[in-house]
């Protein structure tokens, strides 16, 4: 009985030497870029302090794309609603014009239309195209806000998009 136990701790020594001599020390870097916390030299310093350096510029960069997209979406959104109010007008404009064609065929030269019902009409259009310039109005002033981001991302050697993507 003796002879197996012996045995078996001759074979666990060995696999144990093995195996340690098969260890493979960790590279100081990885395929991400970035480093290892284990060796820190003076190497290593200066490639944590390069990489750190990389990272704020892109982050700073980042930053300031969000900042670009925030003002261009506000941007779209007010000129997806001017031109919602534009249709909006249009078709007011297109009922108007139907009932007025109407009216036109009528013998008595009175029509569907009522002197008060024109003159909502007129009020309804009135509106419409006060919210349609004020919508254009925001419009042009978010377009300056957007110019001014462009010139200051050109002044630092960067580069936006002058109009929309889908125009």
């Known amino acids: 009985m003796k002879l197996p136990t012996a045995a078996l701790i001759v074979c666990f020594l060995l696999a144990g030497v093995s195996c340690r001599s098969s260890y493979v020390q960790p590279s100081s870097g990885d395929d991400n870029g970035t480093i290892s916390g284990r060796a820190f030299d003076a190497g290593s ?94 419009v042009r002033l978010l377009q300056r806000d957007l110019d001014e981001l462009r010139s200051e991302f050109a002044e630092r050697g960067r580069h936006a998009p002058k109009n929309s993507v889908f125009k």
Do not use: C
């Open 45 to 138: 310093l200066e490639q944590i302090k390069e990489k750190h350096k990389e990272n704020f510029i892109l982050s700073k960069k980042l930053e300031e794309e969000a900042d670009w997209l925030r003002v261009r979406l506000q941007m779209v959104e007010a000129e997806l609603k001017a031109n919602r109010t534009k249709e909006i007008e249009l078709k007011l404009l297109l009922e108007m014009a139907k009932y007025a064609k109407s009216s036109d065929w009528l013998p008595d030269g009175e029509g569907f239309i009522t002197d008060r019902q024109k003159a909502i009409w007129d009020a309804r259009l009135d509106v419409t195209r006060e919210d349609y310039k004020l919508s254009l109005a925001k």
